[in-house]
T-cell receptor, first 111, second 109 residues
């Protein structure tokens, strides 16, 4: 069966510091991968989408970037965090259908 | 701007009652519709999906779809306190899902 991992689970970072969040999927090949952000009490905002290695689509212009160095690895990065980057970051995957499955998430607090 | 609208709630129902959660969407081209449950501090988990007009039942859950009215609903029968969570409606749009902001359900013992 397929499983999706995210780390770290929680992160507290100062404003202006860099960021790297990682997501990996096991048990499948060539999945579609997604990064979402959920602000407190809000819905899910799609940030990035990837259909394959090195293929990244950005949904919202911002100071975040994404990379997919391996088939089942998706990384979210920032060179300099803003206060507004705080939130719950979720990675999701799907393959062959629209149904997306979410990882456990990373809670980021920028101070 | 393609949108999915949900009442934020909270929707409060007594234990054993039927909870009815509603969602409207703007993209007439959407083909797939989903309900996710999200407990506080946790990630969303898939409850049900529906593709065709009508009802789809899975245990205590029934999803209802009316494409003409652009309306999706989720019924939870025999509600339990463990059903207390935020329920997210999601609608397919091209390669992605558009999520509503969720309805918070509170089931009173």
């Amino acid at each position: 069966s397929q499983t999706i991992h995210q780390w770290p689970a929680t992160l507290v970072q100062p404003v202006g510091s860099p960021l790297s969040l990682e997501c990996t999927v096991e048990g499948t090949s060539n999945p579609n991968l997604y990064w979402y952000r959920q602000a407190a009490g809000r819905g899910l905002q799609l940030l990035f989408y990837s259909v394959g290695i090195g293929q990244i689509s950005s949904e919202v212009p911002q100071n975040l970037s994404a990379s997919r160095p391996q088939d089942r690895q998706f990384i979210l990065s920032s060179k300099k965090l803003l206060l507004s980057d705080s939130g719950f970051y979720l990675c999701a995957w799907n393959q062959g259908t629209d149904t997306q499955y979410f990882g456990p998430g990373t809670r980021l607090t920028v101070l | 701007q393609k949108e999915v609208e949900q009442n934020s709630g909270p929707l409060s129902v007594p234990e054993g009652a039927i909870a009815s959660l509603n969602c409207t969407y703007s993209d007439r081209g959407s083909q797939s519709f989903f309900w996710y449950r999200q407990y506080s501090g946790k990630s969303p988990e898939l409850i049900m999906f529906i593709y065709s007009n009508g009802d789809k039942e899975d245990g205590r859950f029934t999803a209802q779809l009316n494409k003409a009215s652009q309306y999706v609903s989720l019924l939870i029968r025999d509600s339990q306190p463990s059903d207390s969570a935020t329920y997210l409606c999601a609608v397919s749009s091209s390669y992605k899902l558009i999520f509503g902001s969720g309805t918070r359900l509170l089931v009173r013992p």
